[in-house]
């Protein structure tokens, strides 16, 4: 079990940009496969991008395509950050990170051992 705290969510408006950060402890982000999920407003949680133990990724629909969204990681901090850019309304949301043993990336939010407390982000028109 590893202890998962994101950071940098906030209030961006359209068009601008965002970088969130998931401080990994109690484990080794490079035997974890890692995970951004995005919750908004009364909806469950829909996988934004996963980066395996073996740096594999994986971006999902719910980003539109990944030009707008880079998932990578600092080993040497122990540490996943998702870069986003030309953002949209329809990003806003609270953005989790998650972590799961292995190397395999999975996009159900069920098969995700550790969560953290999730960050904040608000996208103005």
């Known amino acids: 079990q590893v202890q998962l705290e994101e950071s940098g969510g906030g209030l961006v408006q359209a068009g601008g940009s965002l970088r969130l950060t998931c401080k990994v402890s109690?484990?080794?982000?490079?035997?974890?496969?890692m995970a951004w999920f995005r919750q908004a407003p009364g909806k469950g949680r829909d996988i934004v991008a996963a980066?395996?133990?073996?740096?594999?990724?994986?971006?999902g629909p719910a980003v539109d395509g990944h030009d707008r969204v880079t998932i990578s990681r600092d080993d040497t901090k122990n540490t996943l950050i998702l870069q986003m850019g030309n953002m949209e309304p329809e990003d806003t949301g609270v953005y989790f990170c998650?972590?799961?043993?292995?190397?395999?990336?999975?996009?159900?939010?069920?098969?995700?051992?550790?969560w953290g407390q999730g960050t904040q982000v608000t996208v103005s028109s």
């Open positions: 998650a972590a799961r043993p292995g190397p395999r990336i999975v996009i159900l939010p069920t098969f995700y051992n550790d």
């Open positions: 109690g484990g080794t982000i490079s035997d974890t496969t």
């Open positions: 980066m395996s133990s073996t740096t594999k990724t994986y971006y």
